[in-house]
């Protein structure tokens, strides 16, 4: 039998009473126990939030984009694509061309757009469009003359537009030429082919055209604005971005697809761990109940520590009495909390328990559970208990037994 553990169980759980020190423990514990299904419960929400927002962005935004520091656009290069494409990581390498154009209809109706050209057979969220497709088709091939154009659902709701009509294009390079040049402004026009339809975290309307029409469009002679790469893997982004740094050179603008967010990214990451922090006080203060519990146990066993060390026991070992009290109580605790905490959150995860309003983008709260943040939050409660243990241990162990017997 273990003298230490033995001491300890009967000190914090006395069989004969349940006396004030039994209450105040049985306060440490509750309070433990709380904090810390609270703390998996609500980091797991706010990682199933940073999911959900992250799988968005992505059907817009590439695990890496390729940009020039100190231009807005760059000659088109398959030597490029093909030192890129050399990567173990990288999938697939595809061109592209973005900028800003006044989208004009019927009835002297206009819009300003963000123009995206792709080249549909390489393009790395083809998949993503083709499956949002909600009237017409994804194509933005040449028919009668005419390229092809898709536009998102809520533009055409808004101004009426369906798959046949043509539109007019005018970008922001060609009004530019035409107030300084004097000249008649260059339009392109083009003919709707379908409407897609995804969720949005950002406004902003795209439409999306052929990378040829729009080299026309923008006047960018054999030149893209940028390129973008998916990758075998989208969280070993941040390494592929420091090999590629190393292969291409400073000149090159290179970033992630959380370099492209990192705004909305930053932003839930400080809510997440500022939360953290905050749900921690919880169980600060139930480790402030520890201290009190264990202090009144040295002082109400002061007679039995002094005939203890009398009797030989080290002064080594009435610290480990009192600081696997805390160990006991941090155990317990975050067990019974942190088992509570993972069965809520897959509860919810598997049957929506709590829902969401209509409006919003998910019907229920979405549960993430990581691994690493239960290991944190656990760890975290579990220092906290047998810090605070560490006063009434020592104190404890500082009784002189001669004086301790004397006063009783």
Known sequence: MNVIRFISRRYLFSRKHVSLISILTGISITGLTIGTALLIIILSVFNGFYDVIRGFLLSFDPDIRIELHEATRMAYSDDLINKISDHPEVLKVTPYIDGKAMLAFRDDRNEVVVVRGVERASHIRISELENSITTGVFDLSVQNGRPGLVISES??????????????????????????????????????????S?????????????????????????????????????????????D???????????????????????????????????????????????????TMIV??????????????????????????????????GCGIGGALGLIIS????????????????????????????????????????????TYPAYRAASIDPADAVRNE
């Open 155 to 196: 533009l055409g709701n808004r101004y009426d537009i369906r798959p046949g009509d043509e539109v007019a294009i005018l970008s922001a390079t060609g009004m530019r030429r035409a107030l300084t040049q004097f000249s008649v402004p260059r339009v392109s026009r083009f003919q709707v082919r379908g409407g897609y």
């Open 198 to 242: 995804i969720q949005q975290i950002m406004d902003g309307d795209m439409v999306y055209v052929d990378l040829q029409a729009a080299q026309r469009l923008f006047n960018m002679q054999n030149e893209v604005s940028g390129y973008e790469l998916k990758l075998t893997d989208t969280d070993r982004a941040e390494r592929v971005k420091g």
């Open 244 to 294: 590629l740094e190393q292969l291409l050179g400073p000149e090159y603008k290179i970033s992630t697809w959380y370099d492209l967010q990192k705004p909305m990214y930053d932003v839930m990451e400080m809510e997440k761990w500022g939360s953290y922090i905050i749900l921690m006080l919880i169980i600060l203060v139930a480790v402030m109940n520890i201290v009190g519990s264990l």
């Open 299 to 332: 002082i109400q066993k002061k007679k039995d520590i002094g005939v203890l060390i009398s009797m030989g026991m080290t002064r080594k070992k009435i610290r480990r009495i009192f600081q696997n009290q805390g160990l006991i109580i941090g155990l317990i």
């Open 346 to 389: 897959y509860a919810q995860m598997e049957f929506s328990l709590v829902k969401l309003s209509s409006a919003f983008i998910i019907d229920a709260y979405p549960i993430l559970i990581n691994p690493w943040d239960v290991a944190i939050i656990l760890g975290g409660s579990m220092i906290l208990c047998l810090a605070a243990a």
